[in-house]
């Protein structure tokens, strides 16, 4: 068993509500010895694992990448004569910006999955320091991502058995950077930035701290690299990325459950980089219509709106807990107190504070307790 204690997020990660960097103990995806399958063959042989150990739930949201990982599991069972996939989706009230239950229905039939699909509900349930966050935080502390509670309930449905998640679609399948266009188009962008300054992206650091902050965002931004073999293999290390995974793998084994990202696979990332690595920034619905060559329903990966999620992780108990904040529990020589309180006068609050809301709830519940040493399971 190896400590994964260092992969837990850092105070400055805590504080600025991003982690940047990369992970030193994260390799690239190693180079296939002969030759490569194509991605899609990488990503039947990635969920078949997870298959073999039913129940075999998919985290379904209905958005592209939740689908496609759906529509490869329920394609491998069939054909392989394994159970098929079991997809778990949560639905939320007053949550408009995270409604995504009319793709989910059009998934869901065009599947054949309607008899297996099991359909949670959510109201303040899912709040960042709401009952089910209470049952996360006091077991295995702060994690990243600071939602990843969202997954327990479906962990625990899954006990025994495994689980499937979309996780890494947005950095794998789409990255960050866009095709620079015509110069004309390039030199409106820059005079559209000179004259709309953005805001402050911290302004709850203190001054030098949200500086160093921004041009270490920056940064990363740019180091990206264009082509998509190295785009994969940059992602890959991403400290986000890698604490991702394995705050969802500890989860997972502490209930007996196979977790698998089928997106972060190494396998899937050495097909991709050997069938189309050249690529210079492909857009989502190229790669995709590249990796599923037609295989799948059209459905299944036509673009549709990227749901966002705010609306359920900043609930009612969030807004209590950062109204009764008495200024403790937070790094000062990181937070600006004072700025951070103006922050959180006002509703709703900036998302990227979230991981200091549960920093401070956390704190305030500092009598000593058992907190369970994050490992990854072998």
Not at 270 to 292: D, F, K, M, N, Y
């Amino acid at each position: 068993m190896t400590d994964l204690v260092p992969l837990r997020p850092t105070d400055r990660d805590v504080a600025c509500g991003i982690v940047l960097g990369l992970d030193p103990a994260a390799s690239a995806p190693a180079t296939p010895s002969g030759p490569a399958p194509t991605p899609l063959v990488a990503l039947e042989q990635a969920v078949l694992p997870a298959l073999r150990r039913p129940p075999c739930l998919v985290s379904f949201s209905g958005g592209v990448d939740s689908s496609l990982v759906l529509a490869i599991a329920a394609r491998v069972a069939r054909r392989e004569g394994l159970p098929d996939p079991v997809p778990v989706t949560w639905r939320f009230t007053d949550a408009p910006r995270a409604e995504e239950s009319p793709w989910q229905d059009r998934v869901i039939a065009e599947l054949g999955l309607a008899a297996q699909w099991q359909i949670l509900q959510a109201g303040d349930d899912l709040d960042l320091v709401g009952p089910v966050a209470h049952r996360l935080l006091s077991r295995y502390g702060q994690v990243h991502p600071p939602n990843r509670h969202l997954h327990l309930p479906i962990v625990e449905l899954a006990r025994g058995g495994a689980l499937l998640t979309g996780v890494g679609g947005d950095q794998i399948l789409a990255g960050w950077r866009r095709r620079p266009g015509s110069v004309r188009a390039r030199l409106g962008r820059l005079r559209a930035r000179w004259w709309h300054r953005k805001p402050d992206p911290f302004p709850w650091l203190r001054p030098e701290v949200a500086r160093q902050m921004s041009r270490a965002f920056r940064v990363e931004q740019r180091a990206e690299p264009h082509r998509l073999a190295g785009r994969v293999a940059w992602h890959l290390r991403r400290r986000d990325l890698t604490m991702t995974r394995a705050s969802l793998a500890v989860v997972a084994a502490d209930h007996a459950v196979l977790a698998v990202t089928p997106l972060l696979d190494d396998g899937f990332a050495a097909a991709l980089a050997a069938h189309h690595g050249g690529l210079r920034s492909p857009s989502r619905r190229e790669l995709l219509a590249a990796i599923t060559d037609a295989a799948l329903p059209p459905l299944i990966v036509a673009p549709r709106r990227k749901a966002t999620f705010d609306e359920v992780f900043f609930r009612a108990e969030t807004r209590e807990a950062v109204r009764a904040w008495d200024g403790g529990g937070v790094d000062e020589s990181l937070v600006d107190v004072a700025a951070l309180r103006r922050e959180w006068s006002g509703w709703p609050v900036n998302p990227r504070t979230a991981a200091l809301v549960q920093q401070v709830w956390l704190a305030d519940r500092s009598a000593p307790r058992r907190q369970t040493t994050l490992e990854v399971p072998r």
